[in-house]
């Protein structure tokens, strides 16, 4: 079950979108793995993703699931910066650090990075991020890899956990040193 999941894994596109209806790559790869998932339900990979999927795991190709989205071009996220308020709500959904900047100050995103999985629109208080087809842009750039997303994904969680763990150190010491004022 294990290396089937990996395989599975392996296959995706590494958006972290979670279109599939599941949070991130991964879980929707332990899914399909334990037989619990259909292996349409994937927009950034599409058609592609659903026939190498269905290669590895001996089952019949489907049609894209559309309730979970539909196949596009590839798009990238924009900033108007001229509206940016520099809250920086933006920065911690993005599962590849694609969006620079810091509080108070103009954020914007490097297209290099943005896999357009439009995680970073819901949180913008002032409705300053859009999604545009990267063929748009005036400035040309590929489309980053899975790998390249894999990776920049790994590092965002490896760091993610640990400000959660430094947030839970200075907690317990918090609570601790009331613990001691009260006795
Ligand atoms: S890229 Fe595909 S598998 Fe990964 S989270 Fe998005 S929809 Fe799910
Ligand atoms: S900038 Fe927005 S759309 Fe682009 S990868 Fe980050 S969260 Fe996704
Ligand atoms: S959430 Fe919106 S307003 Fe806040 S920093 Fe990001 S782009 Fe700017």
């Known amino acids: ?88 709500r933006c920065l911690p959904p993005c599962p590849v650090d694609a969006i620079v900047g810091a509080q108070r100050q103009m954020h914007t995103i490097i297209n290099d990075l943005c896999t357009g999985c439009e995680l970073c629109i819901a949180p913008c208080p002032v409705d300053c991020i859009r999604i545009v087809p990267r063929a748009s842009l005036v400035t040309l750039s590929a489309e980053p890899s899975a790998e390249s997303n894999l990776r920049r994904f790994e590092s965002h969680e490896a760091r993610r956990g640990l400000r959660e763990a430094e947030r839970r150190r200075l907690l317990d010491e918090r609570k601790q040193r009331v613990s001691r004022t009260l006795v």
């Open 1 to 88: 079950m294990r290396a089937d999941a990996d395989r599975i894994h392996a296959l995706l596109p590494q958006t972290q979108c979670t279109r599939c209806g599941y949070q991130g790559c991964r879980p929707y790869a332990e899914v399909i793995a334990a037989g619990e998932a259909a292996i349409n339900r994937c927009p950034p990979g599409g058609a592609v993703t659903i026939d190498r999927l269905a290669a590895l795991l001996s089952r019949d190709p489907l049609p894209l699931d559309e309730t979970c989205g539909a196949e596009g071009p590839p798009t990238v996220a924009v900033i108007d910066e001229s509206k940016c308020i520099g809250c920086a």
